[in-house]
């Protein structure tokens, strides 16, 4: 799955958009901390704009769909064939699925993934609401590393990807994007100071036990 995610270094976003001929996003403030039913930005085939991340199912906000659950309801194929979207981030946080990983059970452990360039494409699609628009990240199976402490990923589309992604109007060719990432990441344990959504800073990236003394304190 997908519960935080970090969007705090501009310049390594907005050079990845350039590069692919996209619209540069505005400044924005750093967040490293970014939740579900927060504003996030989103990049469509035409503009960039914002949304609230989590799409409301029978009274529950939802902040991810499954590529296997999209398959089956026509409702979310329709959505993705035609609100199609991408999420640009400098990584996300995961915490390790102690029911499927036992061994993981009473290790205080969270991870945050990245890529080697400092910034990646989420696959996503949005839906537009009498609340306004939301949006849902897609999750696929693991990638090789990831699977050492979670059954889920967010779809990780490399560049070229990304622009065939905006591209694309047919749900399934869509689906059919929606693989586990080959290419490079960077994983590693970060500090307990994450896990409060309402924790902003670069201490939310800083490795397990750095800022322990300061976290005890808050």
Same mark, same amino acid.
């Given at each position: 799955? /997908?519960? #935080?995610?970090?969007?705090?270094?501009? @310049?390594?976003?907005?050079?990845?958009?350039?590069?692919?001929?996209?619209?540069?996003?505005?400044?924005?403030?750093? #967040?490293?901390?970014?939740?579900?039913?927060?504003?996030?930005? &989103? *990049? %469509?085939?035409?503009? =960039? =704009?914002? &949304?609230?991340?989590?799409?409301? !199912?029978?009274?529950?906000?939802?902040?991810?769909? #499954?590529?296997?659950?999209? *398959?089956?309801? @026509?409702?979310?194929?329709? $959505? +993705?064939?035609?609100?199609?979207?991408? &999420?640009? &981030?400098?990584?996300?946080?995961? $915490? @390790?699925?102690?029911?499927?990983?036992?061994?993981?059970?009473?290790?205080?452990?969270? !991870?945050? *993934?990245?890529?080697?360039?400092?910034?990646?494409?989420?696959?996503?699609?949005?839906?537009?609401?009498?609340?306004? $628009?939301?949006?849902?990240? *897609?999750?696929?199976?693991? %990638?090789?590393?990831?699977?050492?402490?979670?059954?889920?990923?967010?779809?990780?589309?490399?560049?070229?990807?990304?622009?065939?992604?905006?591209?694309?109007?047919?749900?399934?060719?869509?689906?059919?994007? /929606?693989?586990?990432?080959?290419?490079? +990441?960077?994983?590693?344990?970060?500090?307990?100071?994450?896990?409060?959504? #309402?924790?902003?800073?670069?201490? /939310?990236?800083?490795?397990?036990?750095?800022?322990?003394?300061?976290?005890?304190?808050?």
């Amino acid at each position: 799955m /997908c519960g #935080r995610l970090n969007v705090s270094e501009n @310049p390594y976003i907005q050079a990845l958009m350039k590069d692919l001929g996209m619209p540069v996003l505005p400044e924005f403030e750093p #967040r490293w901390n970014v939740a579900p039913g927060t504003l996030i930005n &989103v *990049i %469509t085939q035409k503009q =960039t =704009t914002q &949304v609230r991340w989590g799409i409301d !199912f029978n009274g529950f906000s939802h902040p991810n769909s #499954r590529a296997s659950t999209i *398959i089956k309801r @026509p409702e979310l194929r329709d $959505w +993705l064939a035609r609100y199609k979207c991408l &999420v640009p &981030v400098n990584g996300f946080y995961e $915490w @390790p699925d102690t029911k499927l990983y036992p061994q993981w059970r009473g290790r205080d452990t969270r !991870f945050h *993934i990245s890529t080697p360039q400092g910034a990646m494409f989420l696959a996503a699609f949005a839906k537009p609401t009498d609340a306004g $628009w939301q949006a849902n990240i *897609i999750t696929t199976g693991p %990638t090789v590393e990831m699977a050492e402490f979670h059954h889920r990923s967010p779809v990780i589309l490399d560049p070229s990807q990304a622009k065939q992604w905006l591209k694309l109007s047919d749900s399934q060719a869509l689906l059919d994007m /929606c693989q586990p990432y080959t290419g490079a +990441l960077k994983i590693y344990e970060c500090s307990s100071f994450v896990d409060n959504a #309402r924790h902003e800073g670069e201490q /939310c990236l800083a490795p397990a036990g750095k800022y322990a003394d300061q976290i005890s304190l808050i």
